[in-house]
């Protein structure tokens, strides 16, 4: 056997346990990271909604909203509440919606926009709404189970009309700031719309 047949067979080998060390540690690596983590219970907050999550969970029922369609294949809906009458800042949030609605493009056919009030509207307001937002659905809510959902909630939700994000199934997802940009939630809806299998 020559002498570069000697090193050949001696620097193969090094290479061929560096292969292997570095295999292991693409599948070990991970997993040992992992329970680090939750030994130590570092587990990262992050989260990517810009709105705020509706956590413990509020249902359409919660505030005896009945609507025909909730469940699998039902659109995503953004409502506009109301424990009242519709005033100006109500109008404003229902623009919002219709706006956020249309904004979405392609996929606005899985949205509708929705207004519950506790209080019915007069024929006037009624004609304008239907004049302002003919796609709009108008529901009707229990100002005091709406009122009572929401105690555990910040404050401020509970304060005149606020805009909130429906799933399919009738649960509550989102709320949105009235004085923060509609952009955010324009952004959370579109990431759901993609991620979702629901409606």
């Known amino acids: 056997m020559s002498m570069t047949e000697d090193n050949r067979k001696t620097t193969q080998k090094p290479r061929g346990q ?3 060390l570095a295999i292991v540690a693409i599948v070990v690596g991970p997993m040992l990271v ?4 939750a030994k130590s219970e570092f587990i990262p907050g992050s989260h990517t909604n810009r709105t705020d999550l509706v956590e413990p969970i509020i249902t359409l029922d919660d505030w005896r909203i009945e609507l025909e369609q909730v469940g699998y294949g039902a659109p995503w809906r953004l409502l506009v509440t109301a424990p009242g009458e519709c005033q ?3 109008l404003a949030l229902l623009h919002e919606a219709r706006q956020i609605n249309v904004a979405i493009g392609r996929e606005a056919s899985r949205v509708q926009h929705l207004l519950a009030t506790g209080d019915q509207a007069s024929e006037t307001q009624l004609a304008q709404l239907h004049r302002d937002f003919p796609r709009m659905q108008q529901a009707r809510l229990d100002p005091l189970a709406y009122l009572s959902s929401l105690s555990v909630h910040p404050a401020a939700w509970s304060e005149g009309p606020q805009l909130w994000l429906i799933d399919p199934l ?3 997802v989102l709320h949105k700031d009235p004085a923060a940009p509609g952009k955010k939630l324009l952004d959370d809806l579109k990431h759901l719309l993609k991620v979702s299998k629901v409606g």
């Open 88 to 90: 100006e800042d109500c």
């Open 18 to 20: 560096l292969k292997l």
């Open 170 to 172: 009738g649960r509550v």
């Open 34 to 37: 992992a329970w680090i983590m």
